[in-house]
């Protein structure tokens, strides 16, 4: 009996080796985790009727605007606290400081979590920052740093503020606390948490069976861990990239170039890019989107006025009250149920809810009609 337990352990994977890469590592769970974090991920998955009804195609949203912090910003946010933690970069309840250059969900996912896991988060943002964000930001006690002038400089300028206040405490000797650069963009551990978590829920929740999986890109990591681990899962599951109006990222995916449109293949390429559309689209490359590319099957470009249509849409007809994110994703939705016809399961994320944008996106979509018809989403430009 001895000899066949021994035999038995030896049949038991040997504990891996805790290095910086390991993937198997990269959980939203920890021992000391049943506070509020404990309830980020694992988010439900519903069916838009509405649109399954209309294309005779099953379309399913995953809603990470159910997590505690409003979108799918938590699992990458807390990922990155962990790591480093892990690391020895971060303890808690030593004035410990995450920096963080964003206006957007990211921010507030470090805001909350920082007070839940007892470190203070400081946001760098640019001065033109919505007043909903800077109000949200504020009521959640994050140090908040405006980066002025916003609106015609490189989009980095506030991603490096946060570098240097970073660096700045790290190598002030005298300073006992220890601070992050966060780095969103740039962090292999975003794509990696999506691609260890909301990758493995969506392929469960669908029991393996789905056909496409469609997302914008803000950093790219919700697009590239998902489409990386569906990919691997099954490499006829078609990863779409819906994106809006302005971004070059579409005609990258469908025509290898960079530019904000195929006409303007020659101008200048433009950092600002020139949507209503907050938290996707891009005019450069980022890290995480590149970790993604090899599995993006096309992209598809959606105009402001077809998500402010669908945005409505979705909320008379389906009480979905969702952000200009998920609208764009739902409009790809509808064009890939077209393209490829009736029976096709379709997956996408709603990032976050219609209350982040109430006063830009949701003032023009709230005028739109009641009666708004699918036919007249598909039919603006
Ligand atoms: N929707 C919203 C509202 C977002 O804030 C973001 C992130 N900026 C995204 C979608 C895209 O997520 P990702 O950064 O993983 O590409």
């Given at each position: 009996?001895?000899?066949?337990?021994?035999?038995?352990?030896?049949?038991?994977?040997?504990?891996?080796?805790?290095?910086?890469?390991?993937?198997?590592?990269?959980?939203?769970?920890?021992?000391?985790?049943?506070?509020?974090?404990?309830?980020?991920?694992?988010?439900?998955?519903?069916?838009?009727?509405?649109?399954?009804?209309?294309?005779?195609?099953?379309?399913?949203?995953?809603?990470?605007?159910?997590?505690?912090?409003?979108?799918?910003?938590?699992?990458?946010?807390?990922?990155?606290?962990?790591?480093?933690?892990?690391?020895?970069?971060?303890?808690?309840?030593?004035?410990?400081?995450?920096?963080?250059?964003?206006?957007?969900?990211?921010?507030?996912?470090?805001?909350?979590?920082?007070?839940?896991?007892?470190?203070?988060?400081?946001?760098?943002?640019?001065?033109?920052?919505?007043?909903?964000?800077?109000?949200?930001?504020?009521a959640l006690g994050a140090e908040l740093e405006p980066v002025k002038p916003a609106s015609i400089v490189d989009p980095n300028q506030y991603t490096n503020a946060a570098r240097l206040g970073a660096e700045l405490i790290n190598n002030n000797s005298e300073d006992n606390?220890?601070?992050?650069?966060?780095?969103?963009?740039?962090?292999?551990?975003?794509?990696?948490?999506?691609?260890?978590?909301?990758?493995?829920?969506?392929?469960?929740?669908?029991?393996?069976?789905?056909?496409?999986?469609?997302?914008?890109?803000?950093?790219?990591?919700?697009?590239?861990?998902?489409?990386?681990?569906?990919?691997?899962?099954?490499?006829?599951?078609?990863?779409?990239?819906?994106?809006?109006q302005g971004s070059g990222l579409s005609n990258r995916i469908n025509y290898g170039v960079m530019y904000d449109s195929v006409e303007k293949e020659g101008t200048r390429r433009r950092h600002q890019v020139d949507t209503l559309v907050e938290g996707i689209g891009l005019n450069r490359l980022t890290h995480n989107f590149k970790q993604g590319e090899p599995y993006i099957h096309e992209a598809i470009r959606v105009t402001d006025l077809q998500a402010l249509k669908m945005a409505k849409y979705l909320c008379i007809n389906d009480g979905l009250f969702w952000g200009s994110s998920s609208a764009i994703n739902c409009v790809a939705a509808v064009k890939t149920a077209l393209k490829y016809g009736p029976g096709q399961k379709i997956v996408i994320i709603a990032c976050d809810s219609g209350s982040r944008h109430l006063s830009k996106f949701w003032k023009q979509a709230s005028e739109i009609n009641n009666d708004i018809t699918l036919d007249d989403i598909l039919e603006s430009n």
């Open positions: 009996a001895i000899i066949l337990i021994h035999q038995i352990h030896d049949l038991i994977p040997k504990k891996k080796e805790n290095t910086e890469h390991d993937d198997s590592d990269l959980t939203l769970l920890s021992p000391r985790t049943r506070g509020i974090e404990s309830q980020i991920g694992n988010t439900p998955l519903i069916e838009i009727k509405s649109l399954s009804k209309l294309t005779g195609c099953k379309i399913y949203a995953k809603l990470e605007l159910t997590n505690p912090g409003g979108s799918a910003k938590d699992r990458v946010a807390l990922a990155i606290i962990r790591e480093n933690e892990k690391l020895g970069n971060l303890t808690p309840n030593n004035g410990d400081i995450i920096f963080e250059g964003t206006s957007g969900s990211t921010g507030i996912s470090f805001a909350l979590l920082a007070n839940a896991l007892g470190y203070t988060a400081h946001i760098c943002l640019p001065d033109d920052t919505s007043s909903e964000k800077l109000q949200l930001l504020t606390r220890s601070a992050i650069f966060a780095n969103q963009f740039e962090n292999d551990y975003n794509w990696r948490i999506h691609y260890t978590t909301t990758g493995p829920e969506i392929y469960r929740q669908m029991n393996g069976d789905i056909d496409v999986f469609i997302n914008g890109s803000g950093t790219g990591g919700t697009i590239a861990g998902v489409g990386k681990y569906l990919y691997e899962k099954n490499s006829n599951v078609k990863v779409i990239l819906s994106d809006p």
